[in-house]
């Protein structure tokens, strides 16, 4: 099937935003084999206690972000004469609050999960370890500089020497059998060497980490606007990650197995944050000028973002078992069916990562915040129903109705229920042409015979 016989798509705008994406895939390609080979020496049971380290860890985490990664971007194309302000302001904010973190995370673990009579074990130092990775990616804030000048291609460069750096890392990890600490360390390495990645960017462009300033009127300005959007992230990670804390309370075998599904779904997201982020600057500039052609990249930015998954879904839905066997044999049993379901997830989150910006676009953060609000509220609720009963399985389905609810709770909201039409338009406009195309491959095929 051809690009063209996308409704309002064309050729030239699936180049361009395609560009970033090709940059990104040999990276994440990598770091999915990588994490192939990880989850096949730690086994069901070792995988899953990294996994809930991560997830539980990446919960609190979301508070670091500060909901400001997008805001960075709109403020700098509004202001550029302000970069310095507005970048050393939004890092000093993140820097401070992801340290205040770090005791944070440790301690409300230990007050859940630890039982405070026996020694510090090793899933406790784990956590310590792994709530470091927010403090270093407070310098994703250099990210954010390259996205809203249209240059994300320095930041892929520089993620693409840090994954093979990393990938070495824990190949060398898993070739001298260390234990399963050393990989918590790995992942903290990988936020380390990113950070030292960006600064070293961000300076070869000329600029000077130094001629950053601290503005606290620009600080108070910046979490005002944001403050929605903190929230929002938390939401966000809460259902996308709640699945494997929970999963917990079932063992660590079923967290691993799980995991195992859930990460070769989610081997993909990168792909809609690609093209998303690289067309955002793109997107405030229509709104400005021309609101037709604003309306009309939405369309075209949901169109190709369930071009891509659609398909991918049915596919995987169909060979999830034999994946899993291909790549893991018997160790990871019965994480098959659960790819299978929780692959369509990713249309769901491919169609909520473009229509998160046109949120912020039209300065609708609270809906953003409500949205992702009703996405982790139902997320829990299903999984307190369905994990005791159905362990990953449950969690699977879970998570496919979470984010179904989450991406279209703006149908429920009559300023932004023309969105909610306009995704469920290009997801039945899809289908309808596969199938148009399929029957018109039969019939050739019947003439031929």
Not at 89 to 109: A, D, E
Not at 176 to 183: D, G, M, R
Not at 193 to 205: D, N, S, T, V
Not at 307 to 319: E, K, M, Y
Request: charged content about 15%; hydrophobic content about 50%; aromatic content about 14%.
């Amino acid at each position: 099937m051809k690009i063209p016989l996308l409704n309002g798509f064309d050729e030239v705008a699936f180049e361009k935003y395609f560009k970033n994406t090709s940059w990104l895939m040999f990276g994440k390609l990598l770091s999915m084999v990588v994490s192939f080979v990880i989850a096949k020496y730690l086994q069901p049971a070792s995988f899953g206690d990294l996994s809930f380290a991560d997830a539980f860890t990446a919960i609190l985490a979301a508070i670091g972000t500060l909901g400001l990664d997008s805001f960075i971007i709109r403020e700098i194309i509004n202001e550029p004469n302000k970069r310095d302000e507005i970048l050393g302001t939004s890092l000093l904010m993140r820097l401070g609050t992801n340290l205040l973190l770090v005791p944070i995370t440790v301690g409300i673990f230990v007050l859940f999960y630890h039982d405070a009579k026996k020694p510090v074990d090793a899933l406790t130092w784990m956590i310590l370890i792994l709530s470091l990775v927010s403090f270093f990616k407070s310098f994703n804030v250099i990210d954010s500089y390259f996205q809203s000048q249209v240059q994300s291609k320095f930041v892929v460069y520089i993620q693409n020497i840090c994954i093979i750096i990393s990938a070495v890392v824990k190949i060398l990890l898993v070739v001298f059998k260390l234990p399963l600490i050393y990989f918590a360390g790995s992942l903290t390495f990988d936020s380390f060497i990113l950070a030292i990645g960006l600064i070293f960017m961000y300076q070869r462009q000329g600029f000077r980490l130094a001629n950053l300033t601290f503005n606290t009127s620009r600080a108070y300005q910046l979490l005002k606007k944001s403050s929605p959007l903190i929230l929002s992230a938390i939401m966000i990670s809460i259902y996308m990650k709640i699945d494997q804390v929970m999963l917990k309370n079932v063992g660590s075998v079923e967290v691993g197995i799980y995991s195992a599904a859930a990460r070769l779904s989610e081997a993909w997201y990168f792909i809609p944050v690609a093209i998303v982020t690289s067309v955002f600057p793109a997107i405030i500039q229509a709104r400005k000028t021309d609101l037709e052609r604003y309306k009309k990249r939405i369309r075209n930015l949901y169109d190709l973002l369930v071009f891509i998954s659609l398909p991918g879904a049915l596919a995987v839905s169909f060979c999830g078992t034999f994946i899993i066997q291909l790549l893991y044999g018997n160790m990871y049993e019965g994480a098959g069916p659960m790819l299978s379901v929780h692959i369509w997830s990713g249309i769901f989150v491919f169609l909520g990562s473009a229509s998160s910006q046109y949120l912020l676009a039209e300065g609708f953060t609270m809906i953003s915040f409500q949205r992702t609000a009703m996405g982790a509220i139902v997320n829990i609720l299903l999984n307190l129903y369905l994990i005791p009963k159905y362990g990953g399985m449950g969690a699977s389905f879970a998570t496919l109705i979470a984010c179904f609810v989450s991406t279209f709770y703006l149908l429920l909201i009559p300023r932004t229920r023309q969105q909610g039409i306009l995704m469920l338009e290009s997801i039945l406009l899809l289908t309808l042409i596969q199938k148009i195309y399929i029957l018109i491959n039969s019939n050739r095929n019947n003439d031929v015979k």
